[in-house]
């Protein structure tokens, strides 16, 4: 089970750290992943961190976070630091999870959480 908090209303140029917690077993054995999907928007992969990776460890990020997000873990829950926030940036973020090798598609992760809302105005 995978449950997200930390989203939140911030201004532009702001920074907002969300986290992404789990039961039930350990995230260090998964690949997992942040995604996140604005209205009226597909679902778009921001950034994954391979699995067994702790800290800042091995990840991929999107051309367009690429040097203002940073994800992390753990050994239960992983991060996604947000720093210097666009309106653009708007949607609810979703963390998921994977066994085997990294990805940034959707349709590969078979476990979600239900998402947190970050607003960036």
């Known amino acids: 089970q995978l449950a997200e908090s930390g989203g939140a209303l911030v201004q532009p140029g702001g920074s907002l750290k969300l986290s992404c917690a789990t039961s039930?077993?350990?995230?260090?054995?998964?690949?997992v992943a942040w995604f996140r999907q604005a209205p009226g928007k597909e679902r778009e992969g921001v950034t994954v961190?391979?699995?067994?990776?702790?800290?800042?460890?091995r990840a991929l990020y999107a051309d367009s976070v690429k040097g203002r997000f940073t994800i992390s873990r753990d050994k239960n829950t992983v991060y996604l630091e947000m720093d210097s926030l666009r309106p653009e940036d708007t949607a609810v973020y979703y963390c998921?999870?994977?066994?085997?090798?990294?990805?940034?598609?959707?349709?590969?992760?078979?476990?979600w959480g239900q998402g947190t809302q970050v607003t960036v105005s």
């Open positions: 998921a999870a994977k066994v085997g090798g990294s990805s940034l598609k959707s349709a590969d992760f078979p476990y």
């Open positions: 039930g077993f350990s995230i260090s054995s998964f690949c």
């Open positions: 961190i391979y699995r067994g990776s702790l800290g800042t460890g």
